[in-house]
């Protein structure tokens, strides 16, 4: 099979040519293998190249409703045992994982023949991807701009059409940001739908969730089948719906009332390009016969960022000290602005962390409040188009105050002095629509639904009330048919 014909398909569509004898899983698998070494010198997306492991695979028979797909899983809280899970970090890049993650394992249950692992940043905490034990991930768009993050090299490998699909995960927004940089669709599943064990039942207490970045609405659907549902290790079991997530793809919404907001809800500036994406949207739906009206959600986003970042440092903290103890790496073995960040968090008191957690459900009580007003909230997934590599590379202030905390340990004193608000203006301020998804367990969607004008992706942002994985996937099958994005790729995609 050449790449044009291999990149007509979606992952559902390659399968069904596999089940009826049309291509082998062999044919697939050295498509995507050559388009990998083609695209890689300047993309970077792949950090453990798994091509002799594949092709044993491919050579045997497979089952399932993906059987002969070429796969690529995120190296980070996706494992395969007796291969490196890096996350991005030098202290890990040679620790080989000790048994698969669940959701690998159903993965390959499902057919797909994985053949290497995409690059992240280091413990997947940024909104791009840069690591400096791997290099940065390029946007096949303009490949001067990042692919997002923390699913950076899933996404770039996609857009670039590497593969249909590859595996990601989001714990703040790190399967929509990607998505919505590189012109992409990306689910977050709700909290517990999609298992992150056997290693850390709940990260980051279920805000964190696997998933995937595809291209197409029915691919999303199906995966998701896949991937959905509690194992025996499991600390909850949730509800299954009422139907197969892609018989819910292929069922026409109904007419839905649908709240919408361009502004930051931090207060933070946001570019005419993203409110321009919401208005295009807005429109769009209208003509569909949806009701859309701006609204806001009460929920206090200011300081649902602030509980974010006490979880998310404190959290880092433990992982930074779990990793020490079991590698005996030191310091280098860590990238400066993970340290820095890990001394915030050594700064957090238990009470102060509990506190924070307690309000996690004072913001899903509003938003839920919200929802019964209103199917869906809209919003643009990213406040600004894709920065540039480099762009937001940590500024001198904060490395010189990082290099006093690091050797006082005077972490509670920057806290005091304003730095995490100085964070969250210019670290989430970027990204300050993805955040409330996660806190609150809420299933959300980045459509390709808006191109700057340099051509460049920036999507848009649904979220759903609880169990709402079906209500997304069936809007967004109708936006996918009234607005195709799936034959508009990258130059640097088509070969």
Same mark, same amino acid.
């Given at each position: 099979?050449?790449?044009?014909?291999?990149?007509?398909?979606?992952?559902?569509?390659?399968?069904?040519?596999?089940?009826?004898?049309?291509?082998?899983?062999?044919?697939?698998?050295?498509?995507?293998?050559?388009?990998?070494?083609?695209?890689?010198?300047?993309?970077?997306?792949?950090?453990?190249?798994?091509?002799?492991?594949?092709?044993?695979?491919?050579?045997?028979?497979?089952?399932?409703?993906?059987?002969?797909?070429?796969?690529?899983?995120?190296?980070?809280?996706?494992?395969?045992?007796?291969?490196?899970?890096?996350?991005?970090?030098?202290?890990?890049?040679?620790?080989?994982?000790?048994?698969?993650?669940?959701?690998?394992?159903?993965?390959?249950?499902?057919?797909?023949?994985?053949?290497?692992?995409?690059?992240?940043?280091?413990?997947?905490?940024?909104?791009?991807?840069?690591?400096?034990?791997?290099?940065?991930?390029?946007?096949?768009?303009?490949?001067?701009?990042?692919?997002?993050?923390?699913?950076?090299?899933?996404?770039?490998?996609?857009?670039?059409?590497?593969?249909?699909?590859?595996?990601?995960?989001?714990? &703040?927004?790190?399967?929509?940001?990607? /998505? =919505?940089?590189?012109?992409? !669709?990306? +689910?977050?599943? %709700?909290? #517990?739908?999609?298992?992150?064990?056997?290693?850390?039942?709940?990260?980051?207490?279920?805000?964190?969730?696997?998933?995937?970045?595809?291209?197409?609405?029915?691919?999303?659907?199906?995966?998701?089948?896949?991937?959905?549902?509690?194992?025996?290790?499991?600390?909850?079991?949730?509800?299954?719906?009422?139907?197969?997530?892609?018989?819910?793809?292929?069922?026409?919404?109904?007419?839905?009332?649908?709240?919408?907001?361009?502004?930051?809800?931090?207060?933070? &500036?946001?570019?005419?390009?993203?409110? /321009? =994406?919401?208005?295009?949207? !807005?429109? +769009?739906?209208? %003509?569909? #016969?949806?009701?859309?009206?701006?609204?806001?959600?009460?929920?206090?986003?200011?300081?649902?960022?602030?509980?974010?970042?006490?979880?998310?440092?404190?959290?880092?903290?433990?992982?930074?000290?779990?990793?020490?103890?079991?590698?005996?790496?030191?310091?280098?073995?860590?990238?400066?602005?993970?340290?820095?960040?890990?001394?915030?968090?050594?700064?957090?008191?238990?009470?102060?962390?509990?506190?924070?957690?307690?309000?996690?459900?004072?913001?899903?009580?509003?938003?839920?409040?919200?929802?019964?007003?209103?199917?869906?909230?809209?919003?643009?997934?990213?406040?600004?188009?894709?920065?540039?590599?480099?762009?937001?590379?940590?500024?001198?202030?904060?490395?010189?105050?990082?290099?006093?905390?690091?050797?006082?340990?005077?972490?509670?004193?920057?806290?005091?002095?304003?730095?995490?608000?100085?964070?969250?203006?210019?670290?989430?301020?970027?990204?300050?629509?993805?955040?409330?998804?996660?806190?609150?367990?809420?299933?959300?969607?980045?459509?390709?639904?808006?191109?700057?004008?340099?051509?460049?992706?920036?999507?848009?942002?649904?979220?759903?009330?609880?169990?709402?994985?079906?209500?997304?996937?069936?809007?967004?099958?109708?936006?996918?048919?009234?607005?195709?994005?799936?034959?508009?790729?990258?130059?640097?995609?088509?070969?």
């Amino acid at each position: 099979m050449d790449f044009d014909e291999y990149r007509r398909h979606d992952a559902v569509g390659l399968a069904e040519l596999v089940a009826g004898g049309q291509v082998t899983p062999h044919e697939l698998l050295e498509t995507a293998i050559a388009r990998l070494d083609a695209v890689e010198p300047t993309l970077n997306t792949v950090v453990y190249r798994l091509d002799r492991e594949a092709r044993v695979r491919a050579g045997h028979p497979l089952d399932g409703p993906f059987a002969g797909v070429p796969f690529l899983v995120k190296d980070l809280g996706q494992d395969i045992a007796g291969i490196p899970t890096g996350s991005g970090s030098r202290a890990l890049a040679q620790v080989p994982a000790e048994r698969n993650s669940v959701v690998v394992d159903r993965w390959l249950e499902a057919g797909l023949v994985v053949f290497g692992k995409t690059n992240t940043p280091e413990f997947g905490l940024k909104g791009i991807t840069e690591p400096e034990a791997n290099g940065p991930t390029r946007n096949p768009w303009n490949p001067a701009l990042t692919p997002g993050g923390s699913s950076g090299g899933s996404a770039a490998a996609v857009a670039a059409g590497v593969v249909p699909v590859a595996g990601a995960s989001d714990g &703040g927004g790190s399967i929509r940001i990607p /998505a =919505a940089c590189c012109g992409l !669709v990306g +689910l977050k599943p %709700g909290r #517990g739908v999609v298992p992150t064990g056997p290693l850390g039942s709940e990260p980051l207490h279920g805000a964190a969730t696997n998933g995937a970045i595809t291209r197409s609405i029915r691919d999303s659907a199906a995966l998701l089948d896949v991937m959905a549902g509690a194992y025996g290790a499991a600390p909850f079991l949730s509800a299954a719906p009422p139907q197969s997530y892609s018989a819910a793809a292929r069922t026409a919404p109904r007419r839905l009332r649908i709240g919408y907001a361009t502004a930051s809800p931090l207060g933070t &500036g946001v570019d005419p390009e993203a409110v /321009a =994406a919401v208005d295009a949207t !807005v429109a +769009l739906l209208d %003509g569909l #016969g949806h009701h859309v009206e701006p609204a806001t959600t009460g929920v206090d986003e200011r300081q649902l960022a602030t509980d974010f970042l006490t979880m998310w440092f404190a959290s880092l903290t433990a992982e930074v000290d779990e990793v020490r103890q079991r590698t005996g790496s030191g310091p280098d073995g860590f990238e400066f602005d993970t340290r820095i960040l890990a001394e915030l968090g050594r700064t957090v008191p238990a009470p102060e962390y509990l506190a924070a957690l307690a309000r996690w459900g004072e913001h899903t009580t509003r938003l839920a409040a919200f929802h019964e007003r209103y199917d869906l909230l809209l919003t643009p997934t990213l406040a600004y188009p894709p920065a540039r590599i480099g762009e937001l590379a940590t500024p001198r202030w904060v490395s010189t105050l990082g290099n006093v905390l690091i050797a006082t340990r005077m972490g509670r004193v920057a806290r005091w002095t304003g730095l995490v608000d100085r964070m969250i203006d210019e670290n989430l301020g970027r990204t300050p629509y993805t955040q409330l998804a996660n806190i609150t367990g809420r299933p959300a969607i980045s459509l390709p639904l808006h191109w700057t004008a340099d051509d460049v992706p920036l999507g848009v942002q649904f979220v759903a009330p609880l169990g709402g994985e079906g209500l997304l996937l069936a809007l967004g099958a109708e936006l996918e048919q009234a607005r195709p994005w799936f034959d508009r790729v990258p130059a640097l995609g088509v070969g």
